[in-house]
């Protein structure tokens, strides 16, 4: 398996980054991105989580545990709590009939 390369750079536009990764390798801002969360952040997207959704929330914060330590990733879920980010499992996709009465209950509050 190929190792994720991780690249110092200079910050060369007026975007605040600290670091971005296309899934292969991690740049890191040499100014704002030294900072093990944001290396972190950034290795989550190389696990194969590119989105910010639950499972990249679950990993982050599995990342977090194991090398920053309990108290962060306590805090971190406690961040993603207050701003309404579910970390749980991703929801189950919908029977047909489960997707038929929420699509019929939606139609419904169109025409009212």
């Known amino acids: 398996m190929k190792q994720p390369a991780v690249v110092l750079k200079e910050r060369n536009t007026g975007r605040g980054f600290a670091g971005w990764s ?9 100014k704002a991105g ?12 190389c696990l194969g989580h590119m989105h910010h959704g639950r499972s990249f929330r679950r ?8 090398f920053i330590g309990a108290d962060a990733k306590k805090i971190l879920k406690e961040e993603f709590a207050k701003r309404k980010l579910k970390c749980g499992k991703a929801r189950q996709p919908l029977t047909y009939a489960q997707w038929n009465a929420a699509r ?3 139609e419904k509050i169109r025409n009212v």
Request: aromatic share 6%.
């Open 104 to 106: 019929k209950k939606m």
């Open 59 to 66: 990993a982050l914060l599995e990342l977090v545990g194991a």
């Open 22 to 30: 296309d899934g292969w390798s991690v740049v890191l801002d040499s």
């Open 34 to 45: 030294l900072d093990e969360y944001t290396l972190l952040h950034e290795l989550t997207h």
